[in-house]
């Protein structure tokens, strides 16, 4: 892709900016995915050059690293503030595990949805990130002890105070959606969906969003990897948190093999990659669809960006539409 040749735009919220069609979500530069490819140099030229091809929405949060990731950005985006549409993430803290079976207390993650927290959280990040605003500030877990119209309450103040430009919530409920919008808009939701983790369409909350002008960010709109067909259980080292992902034990990605058959077969007629079939089926659950595609490598960047001008027929629509649930729970 050259430096002329930008994405296509869409609109970031409700009256918000217009960034790429495809965003970068940027948690796999610092954290759980392992220490190979945390070379600073090459992930600040990965988020560089994609500001260059107008890869302008950045997605990081507070939990990642912890506090690493939001100092990369500090220093990488360095003279390009103004270029990016920049988001981070609070509520989450890494080491204060809360009771209960979820995934988060499962990898030792505590909700912390205090207003409280959640003020001194975002003038952290601000100070990390080397800004005196973000575009959108996003309660990254709703905390099942504070109510979520106190957490919401703080985050719309951080609005008013000029910290954020607009706020959204990560994985929640439609009822979750109704109860935030009546305080404050909700920007967006950012959750995961692909072709293998359908939940926030089945549940409603895409379609919630494009009723009322909010933008869905999907996380992991590859699978985390596996639907570009170029992974296998021997790429995973102990330190990186697929090892221990039922949909990643050997026996789940033996049976999820007849996945990426599905996405190879139409990708190799569309002369599309597997991971732009993936990602050109998430755009077009809707306009107000924005996937951010996470990677550490420029080539992959490119790759993903060009899905954004990949266009499934119906054919192709109908045999990714019509793909099984894949074997194993994501967490």
Not at 57 to 79: I, K, Q
Not at 281 to 286: C, E, F, R, T, Y
Not at 291 to 306: F, K, Q
Request: aromatic share 6%; glycine share 10%.
């Amino acid at each position: 892709m050259s430096s002329d040749d930008r994405l296509p735009t869409r609109i970031l919220g409700p009256g918000g900016p217009a960034v790429g069609a495809i965003g970068l979500g940027c948690m796999g530069m610092s954290w759980a995915y392992g220490e190979e490819g945390r070379d600073e140099a090459q992930n600040t030229a990965v988020i560089r050059r994609a500001l260059d091809i107008g890869v302008s929405f950045l997605d990081t949060s507070d939990m990642y690293g912890p506090f690493t990731n939001e100092e990369l950005l500090g220093r990488a985006l360095h003279g390009r503030r103004d270029d990016v549409v920049l988001a981070t993430k609070g509520g989450l803290v890494v080491g204060e595990a809360q009771a209960g079976s979820d995934a988060h207390s499962a990898y030792g993650i505590g909700r912390v949805g205090t207003p409280e927290h959640l003020s001194a959280a975002i003038d952290a990040s601000l100070q990390r990130l080397q800004t005196d605003h973000v575009d959108l500030y996003q309660l990254h877990r709703v905390d099942p002890e504070v109510p979520l119209e106190d957490s919401w309450g703080a985050m719309a103040q951080m609005v008013a105070d000029g910290k954020t430009r607009a706020i959204g919530l990560s994985e929640v409920s439609v009822d979750d959606l109704e109860r935030a919008h009546a305080i404050h808009p909700v920007a967006s939701v950012q959750s995961e969906l692909s072709l293998w983790t359908r939940d926030a369409i089945d549940d409603g909350v895409v379609a919630w969003c494009a009723a009322h002008g909010a933008t869905f960010i999907p996380f992991s709109p590859l699978g985390r990897g596996f639907l570009t067909g170029a992974i296998s259980a021997a790429s995973f080292g102990d330190d990186d948190f697929r090892a221990k992902n039922p949909r990643f034990s050997p026996e789940a990605m033996a049976a999820n093999l007849a996945l990426v058959d599905v996405v190879r077969e139409v990708a190799a007629r569309l002369d599309a990659t597997p991971a732009q079939v993936a990602l050109a089926w998430v755009l077009a659950q809707g306009e107000h669809v924005i996937p951010i595609p996470g990677t550490r490598r420029v080539e992959r960047l490119e790759e993903n960006a060009g899905a954004a001008r990949v266009t499934l027929d119906s054919a192709a629509l109908a045999a990714l539409d019509a793909m099984p649930a894949a074997e194993g729970a994501r967490y």
